[in-house]
């Protein structure tokens, strides 16, 4: 299996690294922001939540099978975490599921599209994965477009409660062999 020598993954102007305990604060900006929370499945990090994350993350080794794991999304230019990429990966490695959070800063400049792709073209060399799922509420169009432009196929639509609410939850999903023909 490949380790952690794939990290940091470099994208056009983002990267895929570690958490690191220095990105304490830029984390718990954009965690604790309701604009960000707002369509995600969790709920604002108090600055202590945000402590214990990051330092349980910074020490795992990527990728890790059978639980939830974050990666940075920081700028090449400077590394300055912008967000952070949350991945599941099956006790077997034949599936894996993706979100993504990103500060309300940086939204609206199309990082997400870069980091969806990155992090499909990242499992792929990573593991052996033959298929990715990445699941949103409907009225996330920028995470839907996002998805769409990363040539992942909506799948599903299912109604689903998102923090008390009743909406659409949509699932996209990409197999190993449509990435590859591509």
């Known amino acids: 299996m490949t380790s952690v020598s794939l990290l940091p993954w470099r994208l056009a102007r983002l990267q895929l690294r570690q958490l690191r305990p220095d ?18 499945g969790w709920t ?5 939540q945000s402590e214990a994350f990051i330092n349980e ?6 990728p890790q099978a059978g639980t939830w794991q974050q990666l940075a999304l920081a700028l090449v230019a400077n590394d300055k975490l912008i967000g952070d990429v949350g991945i599941w990966l099956a006790d077997t490695f034949t599936e894996a599921e993706f979100g993504l959070s990103i500060t309300y800063n940086a939204q609206g400049q199309r990082y997400g599209t870069e980091a969806v792709s990155g992090v499909i073209a990242l499992l792929f060399a990573a593991t052996p994965v033959q298929r990715i799922i990445a699941c949103t509420d409907h009225r996330n169009t920028a995470c839907i477009n996002a ?15 998102y923090k008390g609410e009743i909406c659409q939850e949509l699932q996209f999903a990409i197999t190993r062999q449509d ?4």
């Open 23 to 40: 990105d304490i604060s830029p984390f718990h900006g954009y965690r604790s922001d309701p604009r960000v929370a707002r369509l995600q």
């Open 44 to 48: 604002p990090y108090t600055l202590s």
């Open 57 to 62: 993350q910074s020490r795992l080794v990527f």
């Open 147 to 161: 998805l769409s432009r990363a040539d992942m196929t909506l799948e599903v639509s299912r109604e689903a409660q």
């Open 179 to 182: 990435f590859e023909q591509r």
